[in-house]
Nanobody, 124 residues
Framework: QVQLVESGGGLVQAGGSLRLSCAASGPTFSSYVLGWFRQAPGKEREFVAAITWSGANRYYADSVKGRFTISRDNTKNTVYLQMNSLKPEDTAVYLC?????????????????WGQGTQVTVSS
């Protein structure tokens, strides 16, 4: 069983930055692909970024490529999402998710564990 707890959300002006953290519990953290998803009011949950267990492979949605960076520290059981050049359309609840194994996926149904989410609000 893996538990995920996100933090670092908040209110920021357009063009600003935030760094989200996701702390995971469980003895096999390094065996999981970690992903970030987001869900805006009235919209479906969407993939943002994912990173494989070694950190060597990272994947991004086109909408955040070049602005967001995902990273992980397996010694701290934590995955991060550095968000720069934020836009009002980035406003959403950001959720951390874990998928057992080494295969990357953007599909929500592929992830086994989810956090509760952290709110990010970008003002114009």
């Amino acid at each position: 069983q893996v538990q995920l707890v996100e933090s670092g959300g908040g209110l920021v002006q357009a063009g600003g930055s935030l760094r989200l953290s996701c702390a995971a519990s469980g003895p096999t953290f390094s065996s999981y692909v970690l992903g970030w998803f987001r869900q805006a009011p009235g919209k479906e949950r969407e993939f943002v970024a994912a990173i494989t267990w070694s950190g060597a492979n990272r994947y991004y949605a086109d909408s955040v490529k070049g602005r967001f960076t995902i990273s992980r520290d397996n010694t701290k059981n934590t995955v991060y999402l550095q968000m720069n050049s934020l836009k009002p359309e980035d406003t959403a609840v950001y959720l951390c998710a874990a998928r057992f194994g080494s295969v990357f996926s953007t599909k929500i149904s592929s992830y086994d564990y989810w956090g509760q989410g952290t709110q990010v609000t970008v003002s114009s």
